[in-house]
Structures are given as C-alpha cells and as structure tokens.
C-alpha cells in the first residue's frame, strides 16, 4: 500500500540518528540504546520521517477509526492508584454502580450511528461478584448481537479471577464464553517497579500484566497495549515497557494496538506534575512507532492527546485515532477538556485534512460498510 504523496529525503543534524535511520531503512530491529537516544534527540521531523516511512509501508495512507462506545460499569475500585482521579471507595461521593439493566440501557443510548464495538472497563469492586460481569457481558450480547465487545483490563482479570479464586485462564475462558471478544489495553501503566510503586502499587506487577495478556493471547482473544507516560517516569522506563511488551508480541502476536496515553494529573495525588505538552506525545507516537516493529497498529487516542494533536500524530507514525466514544469518564475525571464524543463525520473530517484515508474498521480492523443505519463487517 504505497503513500500517494511522493516522499522528501530523510535529513538529521543530529548524528546519533544516523545508525538508527540505517536500521530503519533497511528493517531492522533498534534495541533499548537506539529507543534512549531516540528519547534524547530533539529533532522531532527527523524523528517523524522514520516513524511515518514505518507507518506508510505497513499502512500507505489509510487511518482506522470506528464507531464505539465506552461503558464504565463502577468507577468504585479498592486500588487507589495515584494515578487515577476516577477510582472511589464504596459509599465515597461520586461513587456509582451500574445495576445491570442500567448498563444495557447505557448502552443503547447517546449516539445515532449504530456502534461496531463497546469498550467496557471499570474500578475493582470489592464487592461485586464475577457473575455480574458475565450476566452484564451476556446481556449485551443478547441485545447486541451484532456489536464487538473489548471488555475487561488485564488488572481486571486478574483481579476477578482471584475473587473468583480461578485461574485467569480459566477467568477469560469464563469472559470469552459469555461474550468477550477482545480485551482493551489499559492498566499496563509503566512495567518498571520502581515507578509502579508510586503510581499504582495496589495493581498487579509488569510481569502478571504481560502473562495474563500473553494467556488470553493464546485463548485467541486478541488485545491492545496501553503505557501511561509524563508522570514520574525516567526514558529507560519508556523504553524498557515497550521493549517488554514487544517480546510477548514475538511470543504470541496477539496484541493489535499500543497506545500511548499521556497522563492526565488533575484530582489524582500526582496534581503537582504538568502535563504533557504535544511535542511530548507526539515524540511518543513516533517512538512507539519505531520500537514496536511487531505491532500492526498505533492509535493516538483522541480523547487523551485532543483531536488536534491526534491528527498530527497521523503523519508522525499513528494509524488509527479510535472512535465516537460518546461518553468518556476516566479522562475527563482527570481533568481532560475534550468532547465527551465525536460523530462519525467528525473523525472522517479530522482524518481526511490530515491528508489521509479514512478507513471505518470493527475491532479487529475489517471494513465495516454502512447503509442508512445498518452496518456489515467484510469477514
Ligand atoms: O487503564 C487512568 C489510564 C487507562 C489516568 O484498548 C489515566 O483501545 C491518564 O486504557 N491520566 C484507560 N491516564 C484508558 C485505556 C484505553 C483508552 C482508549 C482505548 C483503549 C483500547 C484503551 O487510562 C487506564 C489507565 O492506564 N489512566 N487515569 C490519568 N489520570
């Protein structure tokens, strides 16, 4: 799928981009020192010509988005994360549940265009037990046949399954018999230890992370792959989170999607820290980019880096920007100032000014057609 614009000449004046250019350029993998000096450089064109030459050979000009919608059945959740300014304590102000016919309420409404996916993730409940989600799960799928469902975070499953006191295989299986389809990518945070502890350290460690994806991996569940970054990070930790993530990758090539997410500081404990600025996460892209080689897929989630940033981020290595949404609460929780939503017209727009394709994909990234208010999948 060759680019329909032709390309200009890569050009540096930084030389420790050079060797890493020549890899680039004739496929080969970089290594950790490659993704710090990448991190170091403040060429950032130089940067994005790489990571777009990587994203037009795999891509050519088409950009994926589709037409989803989030569900967050509980925001109470025991870990307490500093990270999180969604997460509250049973009984605490804000704290919500979802009864489950709620949830099926939600999500039948909100938005016109008839959703391809539901994205479904929520706090850790201390209470709730695993048959609820699976009757929520199965629910859904009995009214929404048609509708993929990416539902559950590995710290959700893993946390399930010992409440449940299963095994996690045994936990997905459960998952994909009612209806799971894929998982989403979140609650990868940063793998390093060092950093975990202060940003989440009631969550599961790296390693269970990357196991639990790698098991539903070999279940056939595909997944996504989030890394939260601008918080108390070093670039070593960046770089070591997705060179972790791109040996599972070799393993089980079960991951589609890795996707950058910018921490958002406003009411966590981490208040303090600025947030990031959009040389940051477009760097970030671009690096993401270069260091997966193994991942299809690179999304700048719209609703985390802004539309603006996210349409940049298409000529700087991104090839998919998500979907509608329609109602979005761990961001804007955090104090993100972005649309609860967008139409499907919005991101065709966004897209196409980028000077790129719009392509409507399901979850697992096959054309969906439209007619009037019906869709069909090209399996
Ligand atoms: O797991 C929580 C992160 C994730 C904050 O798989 C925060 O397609 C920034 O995973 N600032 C949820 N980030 C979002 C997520 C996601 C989003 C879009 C698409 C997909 C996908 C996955 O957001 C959480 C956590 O890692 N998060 N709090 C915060 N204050």
Not at 44 to 72: C, M, P, Q, S
Not at 123 to 130: E, I, R, V
Not at 251 to 264: C, D, K, M, V, W
Not at 315 to 339: L, M, Q, S
Request: aromatic share 8%.
């Amino acid at each position: 799928m060759p680019p329909t614009h032709p390309r200009h000449p890569f050009q540096t004046n930084d030389p420790s981009l050079q060797p890493i250019a020549e890899k680039v350029l004739a496929g080969n993998r970089l290594n950790f020192d490659d993704g710090v000096a990448l991190y170091s450089s403040s060429d950032i064109l130089a940067i994005g010509w790489l990571a777009n030459y990587v994203r037009e050979k795999l891509h050519g000009d088409t950009a994926y988005f589709n037409v989803n919608r989030h569900i967050n059945p509980t925001n109470v959740c025991v870990a307490s994360c500093r990270l999180c300014a969604f997460g509250r304590k049973k009984d605490a102000p804000g704290s919500y549940t979802m009864a489950l016919e709620e949830a099926w309420q939600t999500a039948a409404t909100g938005y016109s265009e008839a959703v391809t996916e539901f994205h479904i993730v929520g706090g850790l409940h201390p209470d709730l037990p695993f048959e609820y989600f699976l009757d929520l799960i199965r629910g859904l799928k009995q009214r929404f046949p048609q509708v993929h469902i990416k539902a559950f975070t590995m710290v959700e499953v893993a946390y399930l399954a010992k409440r449940a006191k299963l095994s996690i295989l045994d936990t997905l299986v459960a998952m994909r018999d009612a209806g799971v389809d894929s998982l989403p990518g979140g609650g990868a945070e940063i793998f390093s230890d060092r950093v975990r502890h202060i940003i989440c350290d009631h969550k599961i460690d790296g390693d269970e992370w990357l196991q639990t994806a790698a098991t539903a991996h070999k279940l056939g569940l595909k997944s996504n792959a989030t890394m939260l970054y601008g918080h108390v990070e070093a670039d070593e930790d960046r770089v070591d989170h997705l060179l972790r993530l791109r040996a599972v990758q070799d393993e089980t090539g079960g991951f589609q999607t890795f996707i950058p997410l910018a921490f958002h500081p406003d009411h966590t404990v981490l208040e303090h820290i600025p947030r990031t600025t959009g040389m940051m996460d477009i760097q970030q892209i671009a690096i993401s980019r270069l260091l997966l080689d193994n991942f299809p897929h690179i999304k700048a989630y719209w609703q985390m880096m802004t539309p603006k940033i996210a349409q940049i981020a298409l000529r700087f290595g991104a090839d998919d920007i998500d979907g509608t949404v329609v109602e979005e609460k761990i961001y804007h929780d955090a104090g993100a100032t972005t649309p609860q939503g967008m139409r499907r017209s919005d991101l065709v727009r966004l897209i196409t000014e980028a000077g790129r394709v719009p392509f409507e994909r399901d979850t697992l990234y096959r054309a969906v057609t439209r007619s009037e208010d019906t869709f069909t999948v090209a399996v």
